[in-house]
């Protein structure tokens, strides 16, 4: 067996071949590196911004705004017709104590219950 030394030229197209083979992985890793890229400026492109969420939080403050008002709308709606209920009730109640129907005490007893409770 023969211990042989590569020759001057066979390390020279050696090194030749490695340095167009790391060539061509700069050129892959250049590529890579250029879709990151423009893939993260995408992403920052639809990312919102702090002044974007702060008009987005006024705009749904102004919206549960008119909604805390409209129930509050609703709310003395519904207590007003409540009332008139309540005063129709009454009413009656006196009505037919006086025609007879209903004792005092029967009378004071609807009169007194909720949700407008009274005395008479």
């Known amino acids: ?9 066979q390390i020279l197209d050696a090194v030749q071949g490695l340095g167009q083979r790391m060539t061509g992985l700069e050129e892959s890793n250049q590529e890579i590196l250029e879709v990151i890229q423009s893939s993260f400026t995408e992403v920052e492109q639809k990312m919102a911004t702090k002044d974007d969420l702060k008009i987005l939080e006024s705009r749904i403050d102004k919206r549960f705004d008119k909604v805390d008002e409209k129930i509050a709308e609703t709310r003395g709606d519904l207590v007003s017709i409540l009332r008139k209920e309540d005063s129709k009730l009454g ?4 009505k037919l104590e006086s025609h007879k129907v209903l004792l005092t005490t029967d009378v004071n007893e609807v009169l007194n219950m909720e949700p407008f409770p009274r005395n008479i």
Do not use: F
């Open 1 to 9: 067996m023969e211990n042989s030394q590569p020759t001057n030229q």
């Open 91 to 94: 009413v009656l109640a006196v």
